[in-house]
């Protein structure tokens, strides 16, 4: 698994350089712009640095073929899963599972919000259903695996960022299909279990 740094140039919008507090989980997306590379992602979000295209980042995105770009260190916080909407279910802020899950984080959206505590990995999909290359889901499965040792994690910590804020179709297909979710989630564990990292 190869990761290049192409790190964004610390701005208001997408790179605060905010200290990450820890990481409790891993949050999946989708880009939701099929066929468009991990590089022209990462600059969509270092064009954000002029304050015209709002907030948003990600740690990493990884690509049609699998190429992965680290956008935002770790030990930072990316723009990825805050929320200025209500979920529809609670009528609050975050979800039920996101409150319970990130406490204080997903409690106080005037003061915080999950992106203290989470890590981003935006998906390249190859239609707009939001299906994935394999090349994608492959080395998605081996930088989730490495991103939960790293951090002493488990495949309960992955989550989407639907499943975060409620409103917000993302990633797509695993929004439409949950069970596709917990097959990728599933495939992790087995990567992990065959000693893979």
């Known amino acids: 698994m190869n990761i290049t ?3 964004l140039t610390p701005n ?3 790179r605060p350089k905010t200290p990450i507090r820890r990481v409790m989980a891993i949050v999946m ?3 939701a712009n099929p066929n468009v590379s991990a590089l022209n992602n990462r600059n969509y979000f270092e064009a954000k640095k002029t304050g015209m295209g709002g907030y948003g980042s990600a740690h990493y995105i990884i690509g049609l073929e699998g190429e992965i770009i680290r956008c935002i260190p770790e030990n930072e916080i990316a723009y990825h899963c805050g929320s200025n909407k ?3 279910v ?3 802020t975050y979800t039920d599972e996101a409150r319970k899950r990130f406490g204080y984080y997903a409690l ?3 003061v915080t919000s999950p992106n203290y505590v989470t890590l981003g990995v935006e998906l390249c999909p190859i239609d707009d259903a939001g299906h994935f290359s394999d090349a994608t889901i492959i080395s998605a499965i081996e930088l989730c695996a490495r991103l939960i040792k790293r951090h002493k994690l488990t495949t309960d910590d992955i989550t989407t960022h639907h499943n975060i804020v409620g409103w917000k179709n993302c990633p797509k297909l695993w929004t439409d299909h949950p069970d596709l979710f917990e097959a990728f989630k ?3 564990a087995d990567y992990m279990a065959r000693g893979n990292v």
């Open 12 to 14: 208001e919008y997408s």
């Open 186 to 188: 599933a495939s992790v």
């Open 90 to 92: 609670s009528g609050r």
């Open 29 to 31: 997306h989708w880009t």
């Open 108 to 110: 106080r959206p005037a």
């Open 5 to 7: 740094d192409m790190l």
């Open 86 to 88: 209500l979920d529809p």
